[in-house]
């Protein structure tokens, strides 16, 4: 990474070991959302993003919340609590998300990261738990599930992420949405991201955010003649975890 490069990560206020991670993992110039919404939280204001996939989202979100989970340091007990909550609409997009939060955030600062979806046995979810835990990412379902049964403690959450709020919505988890909310103490940072603002998301937005900052990111149309960017992704997947990646 040339120095014009992580120069414009660094601008952006990201700390050096941050900084550090993004440049072993091959990270270049930060994308539009990125450069647009890492500020804002990094100043611990709400957010309300909207963007498409494939635009930096998660980066956008993950790296200035590890930031500020590191800064706030341990909690008083010392025990190791959540501090923050993903809502995010797959299991495929929860272990997507945990991966990320878990590059980015294991070797800078430490972080430990339990992605909690349906369909993976929920007691590897429950010792994962009990263990102590930094960033929780999960999906609705299973997080109303866990908050049920008493295994997944909130009461430390600081910082919530609703990743493809419309997505969450469309799938019919606005009850659940609403009770998990409702169960993360106040005050706290929260951040909607969705590639729509149908009435839903903005609904959800205005009774959940506190004067957060806007973000609104389109998608570059090619011109014509110009073929677009294509993205690849390859995952190395355990033979026996195949179906279950693939489900």
């Known amino acids: ?30 994308t539009p959302t990125q450069r647009e919404a890492i500020p804002p939280l ?14 930096g989202k998660t980066a956008a979100s993950a790296l200035p919340l590890l930031q500020r989970i590191a800064a706030e340091g341990a909690s008083e007990d010392d025990q190791r609590k959540a501090r923050a909550l993903v809502l995010v609409p797959t299991r495929e997009l929860a272990m997507q998300v945990a991966e990320a939060f878990h590059k980015y955030g294991h070797q800078a600062f430490g972080t430990c990261v339990v992605p909690v979806y349906g369909g993976q046995a929920i007691s590897h979810q429950l010792r994962a738990l009990r263990r102590g835990v930094d960033v929780i990412v999960a ?37 659940e949405l609403e009770a998990i909310l409702q169960a993360v103490p106040r005050p706290r940072q929260t951040a909607l991201l969705s590639a729509t603002m149908a009435g839903r998301v903005s609904a959800i937005a205005e009774k959940h955010l506190s004067n957060p900052a806007r973000v609104t990111i389109r998608r570059e149309t090619p011109s014509e003649g110009e073929i677009p960017g294509v993205r690849q992704i390859a995952y190395v997947v355990p033979r026996q975890h195949k179906l279950t990646a693939l489900g």
Do not use: W
Not at 14 to 30: F, H, I, K, R, V
Not at 42 to 55: C, M, N
Not at 142 to 169: C, I, K, P, T, Y
């Open 139 to 175: 999906t609705p379902g299973r997080a109303v599930d866990h908050l049920n049964r008493g295994s997944m403690d909130l009461s430390g959450v600081q910082f919530v992420v609703l990743d493809e709020a419309d997505e969450m919505l469309d799938m019919g988890f606005a009850d």
């Open 42 to 55: 990094l100043q611990g204001r709400d957010l309300l993003g909207q963007a498409a996939t494939g635009t």
């Open 1 to 30: 990474m040339t120095e014009h490069e992580i120069a414009g990560f660094a601008g952006l206020g990201l700390a050096d070991a941050l900084l550090t991670s993004l440049a072993a993992l091959g990270y270049e110039n930060p």
